[in-house]
């Protein structure tokens, strides 16, 4: 069987163009053709469908080839044009070139009309190439611009599955991101589709994304219900018709989900949309993954902030009330719920009591009364462990103030034992008005939550025992702080030891000084971090082996006002930002990111400086050597008053200088 040929034909003479395809076909071509004559009949026949070639005799009785090379070229295909014509001047032929046609013949002479139609044809496909992959690198650098300026990860979600389909013109998709905790990858997002048709999540060889996910292939289907490779018990629950690709979304070695477009036959996704698909996956998997890592941070700094906060009305507040209201308000903050309320054990009747809530309606809650066992909470308490209820209403327990609660439309519930010293003294309740579906990370943060809840508590009993507790959690924080630092510094395997180093030698130069304790706690605090800001930094330039370009250079200098953007909302940090923020500018005002100079620059951070480039300038680094300690020396001295702080520069010699060399 010869070459599949789509051929619309120009040609008053249906004997001549009976000759013409006649060639053709001996030329080994399958034809498919339509003969018209005019210019209404071919707009009809280019919106109808697709064509090969056109072939055209040069006039007509009502048509011309001009006028259908006018018309073509305001249909914007690209499509070969040969003119095949009795008698044709030179001129005419010239101009009809310069047109838009791209040969021509003359009747009764097709030695070169086979010839004619390969050349064409293969030009064709090498302009078609080229087009695919022009919009490819240019869908290519729409998305990667487009991510590049999102901030969370919903966002980030929302505008790669936008741009997907619309790149492909796809009917349907989703995104399914993988939770390794639980060994689940869930849906995140999705366009096009009904709920009937597609489930929440899958275990990893489950539905196409958990096959997918398992494979680690992608998986691309004319018809996913008729295809082979999926098995049965997948294939049966796809409906008819649905069509279209399902990537995998990589990060390094990492799978961290799918990118799922469909499409309903007849239409299929061509080559060149695989490839833009398989080129946005590329890009999505790693910017997804560096969000996620970006906002895994953020969220523990919230995190450790709201317990700061805690722990501060732990410290301080001895009105159990007023503490209960900061903590309640954390909760309900942190864990993004509608509702939550504090059950305290009372001494004298051993029953579950109301003691403080937020979030609700009506003030039905303040009624509660329960014994040990009783209801959700007494389960709780007396189990000693968290009890959860999904969904209220679905629930077959005694749910023991469902009607005290029937005004408050609650679906979601979580009781947390307050625990200390092996006592339980009561219970931390959770409510949400829509269906929870807790990670991990929640549950234990909801934990650590009902720890501190016991902790306050126990606190309105024993304050003494709670200020050791306020000791190690402060002692916890700051260890957290130099467990992200090491962080850094095995994320930027060129820096490694960077932190622990340049923190020491300016707490040493800052004692030296004379500086109080509690600004050596926020500069150490501001050292630990000075390169946070690198975690929004993508990981191809931080770990480039060259020097950066200046646009790369442009984007490095982001990270202090990344790191800002970051800590400052953190009110515990916020005294440490100082060394963060400003350990780039200069004396002279030529640093970034705001360009101080002199003592707008804060103390700390003109200290902090010094002792960075010296870090820097005299430990190796692969696109240099250190430098000798006398050059490096030099270089201090020489950039006093430019760079560095003259004052600063005088105390760093005297200690490091002058002292050992």
Same mark, same amino acid.
């Given at each position: ?6 051929i ?5 003479s249906g ?6 395809l ?9 034809v ?11 707009q ?9 070639l ?5 006039s007509?009785?009502r ?10 070229k305001?249909s ?9 014509s009795g ?9 009809a070139?310069k047109?838009?046609a791209?040969?021509?013949i003359i ?11 390969q050349?064409?044809l ?8 080229r087009?695919?992959?022009e ?9 990667s611009?487009t991510?590049?300026?999102t901030?969370t ?13 619309m790149l492909?013109?796809?009917?349907a998709?989703s995104i ?28 990893p060889?489950?539905?196409?994304p ?8 992608a998986?691309? =289907?004319?018809?996913?219900?008729? @295809? $082979?490779q +999926?098995?049965?018990?997948?294939r049966? &629950?796809?409906?008819? !018709? /649905?069509?279209?690709?399902?990537i995998?979304?990589h ?6 989900g ?11 996704l061509t080559?060149?949309e ?6 946005l996956?590329e890009?999505g ?14 969220k523990?700094?919230?995190?450790? =902030?709201?317990?700061r906060?805690? @722990? $501060?009305? +732990? ?5 159990? &009330?007023?503490?209960? !209201? /900061?903590?309640i ?8 719920v ?11 009747s ?14 039905n809650?303040e ?8 209801g959700n ?10 009890v959860?209820?999904p969904d209220l ?15 408050e ?5 979580y ?7 092996g ?9 949400n008005?829509s ?24 606190n309105?009993i024993?304050?003494q ?19 992200w630092s090491?962080?850094?510094d ?6 490694e030891?960077?932190t ?16 109080s ?14 390169d946070i800001?690198?975690?929004g930094?993508?990981?191809t ?8 370009t ?7 200098r ?7 953007d ?14 963060p ?39 190796d680094?692969?696109?240099?050597k250190s ?6 020396l ?9 760079y ?6 005088e105390?760093?010699?005297q ?7």
């Open positions: 069987m010869g070459t599949y040929l789509r619309l034909i120009i040609e008053d004997d001549d163009a009976h000759l013409i006649r060639e053709v076909q001996r030329g080994g071509y399958e498919e053709s339509e003969r018209v004559e005019t210019a209404e009949a071919m009809e026949a280019l919106a109808r469908q697709r064509w090969d056109i072939i055209c005799d040069f007509l009785p048509f011309s080839a001009p006028n259908a090379l006018e018309l073509l305001k914007e295909y690209d499509i070969p044009f040969i003119i095949v008698t044709i001047g030179e001129e005419s032929a010239v101009n070139l047109a838009g791209h040969d021509f009747k009764g002479n097709f030695a070169r009309l086979i010839p004619a139609i050349r064409e293969k030009e064709a496909e090498i302009r078609h190439q087009r695919e992959r919009r490819e690198l240019e869908a290519i650098a729409v998305v611009s991510l590049r300026t901030k990860l919903s966002e980030m979600l929302s505008r790669l599955l936008d741009q997907a389909l492909v013109e796809g009917e998709g399914w991101l993988y939770d390794p905790t639980t060994d689940i990858i869930e849906l995140k997002i999705q366009r096009g589709w009904s709920d009937e048709y597609i489930n929440s999540s899958f275990q060889g489950e539905g196409i958990g096959l997918v996910m398992k494979l680690g292939k998986m691309i =289907a004319r018809e996913f219900c008729s @295809d $082979l +999926i098995p049965d018990e997948i049966n &629950q796809i409906p008819r !018709k /649905i069509g279209g690709a399902c995998p979304l990060a390094d070695e990492n799978i961290v799918v990118l799922f477009i469909n499409v309903t036959l007849p239409r299929e080559t060149g695989i490839r833009i698909l398989n080129a996956a890009i998997g790693n910017a997804i993954h560096r969000t996620y890592l970006h906002e895994q941070t953020i523990q700094l919230e995190r450790l =902030a709201a317990l906060s805690i @722990d $501060l009305a +732990i410290s301080n507040i001895l009105d159990l &009330q007023v503490t209960l !209201k /900061i903590l308000n954390e909760v309900i903050r942190q864990l993004h509608d509702a939550a309320s504090v059950l305290l054990i009372q001494t004298d051993g029953r579950l009591e109301f003691a403080a809530g937020q979030g609700f309606y009506t003030r809650i009624s509660t009364s329960l014994r040990i066992g009783e909470a007494g389960r709780a308490a007396l189990g000693r462990r968290i959860e209820v209403t679905k629930f077959n327990g005694d749910f023991m103030r469902a009607q005290l609660l029937a005004d439309r609650f679906v979601s519930y009781a947390v034992p307050l625990i200390t010293k006592e339980v003294k009561g219970v931390l309740e959770i409510f008005r269906r929870l579906n807790p990670d991990r990370e929640w549950l234990d943060f909801l934990e650590t939550l009902g720890g501190q809840t016991a902790i306050a508590v126990e309105s024993l304050f025992g709670l200020q050791r507790s306020n000791f190690e959690l402060a002692m916890a924080y700051d260890a957290t702080i130099e467990g090491r962080a850094l095995l994320r930027d395997h060129e820096t030891g960077h622990r180093r340049v923190t020491d030698m300016t707490l040493k130069l800052a004692r030296k000084m004379g500086l304790d509690e600004r050596l706690v926020l500069i150490r605090r501001g050292a630990l971090l000075h800001g690198k975690m930094i993508p990981d330039i931080l770990h480039k082996p060259e020097e950066l200046e646009e790369e250079q442009q984007i490095m982001q990270h202090p006002q990344l790191a800002y970051m800590l400052e909302p953190i009110a515990y940090l916020r005294d440490s930002l100082d060394i923020y400003c350990h780039h500018e200069k004396w002279d005002g030529t640093g970034y990111p705001r360009g101080l100079s002199g003592t707008q620059i804060p103390l700390e951070a003109r200290l902090f400086t010094i002792v960075d480039i010296w870090d820097a300038i005299t430990t680094r692969p696109y240099r430098w000798p300690k006398k050059k490096a030099d270089y201090i001295r020489e950039q006093s008053g430019k560095f702080d003259p004052q600063m520069v105390v760093f010699l200690e490091i200088g002058i002292n050992r060399f």
